[in-house]
């Protein structure tokens, strides 16, 4: 085992028994929480890695990187998550590998994903990213619906064609009155999938929770947890 492969082993059995820790705490099954890793900034060795290690779910957020490391890594079973920002002259190309895109927050947005994975002949899965930094009708420091606008949203996935809405996704905020709760903020969001599940019974995918604070949200019922530091190590600076 090399070096790199015996630190990411090491670095995700310990990701894996926080995960185990946190579901007994919360009475829940292991199998109820899916691990995300963010593979941001690094490199496809890395990918290949931890696809060698049974991990099954990796995620970018920068579609310059994601789109060439998708691409080196398209022979392994593995779904890419979409979890950055995304402007809509990138849509096209995200298409192009994203199995989910995790920070749906407007309507243009949804417009143009339809249109490109119609034409790609794919249907691409979708997580609305919930800004529960927002006021009533604005968008999040970070992206993200406001809550207020979350349940027209899911209604205009839902009936767009070449998607499929999955569920809700949030960053614990760092302003407004969930800084620094973020089981709180993390519990308002299971409040907001309750909503839109009404509506939508199989949009039951809830991402919260990172490297920092995925306890708390396995705790308030996430159903996936996406991290990367924990798994991967500090990230090396950019630029």
């Not at 060698?52 to 392994?76: F, I, S, T, Y």
């Not at 243009?108 to 997580?127: M, W």
């Amino acid at each position: 085992m090399t070096d790199r492969k015996h630190e990411i082993a090491a670095n995700l059995a310990k990701v894996e028994e926080r995960i185990s820790a946190a579901c007994a705490a919360a009475g829940r099954p292991r199998d109820e929480v899916t691990l995300i890793v963010v593979t941001k900034t690094y490199p496809a060795d890395d990918v290949r890695i931890l696809s060698g290690l049974g991990v099954r779910h990796v995620a970018e957020n920068r579609d310059q990187d994601a789109a060439p490391k998708a691409a080196a890594c398209a022979d392994l079973p593995l779904s890419w998550h979409f979890v950055g920002q995304l402007q809509t002259n990138k849509v096209r190309s995200v298409v192009g590998y994203a199995d989910v895109v995790q920070s749906i927050d407007r309507a243009r947005l949804v417009t143009a994903l339809s249109k490109e994975a119609v034409r790609a002949g794919r249907e691409v899965g979708c997580l609305l990213q919930v800004a529960l930094d927002a006021g009533e009708r604005e968008r999040g420091e970070r992206g993200g619906v406001s809550p207020a606008g979350v349940e027209e949203l899911a209604g205009l996935v839902a009936g767009a064609e070449g998607l499929r809405l999955d569920g809700l996704m949030t960053v614990a905020p760092l302003t407004g009155e969930y800084a620094g709760r973020q089981q709180a903020a993390f519990e308002r969001l299971m409040e907001l999938s309750t909503c839109v599940r009404r509506a939508h019974p199989a949009a039951n995918m809830v991402s919260a929770g990172m490297s920092a604070d995925l306890e708390q949200a396995v705790a308030a019922g996430a159903t996936h947890v996406r991290v990367g530091t924990a798994v991967l190590g500090v990230r090396p600076r950019l630029g």
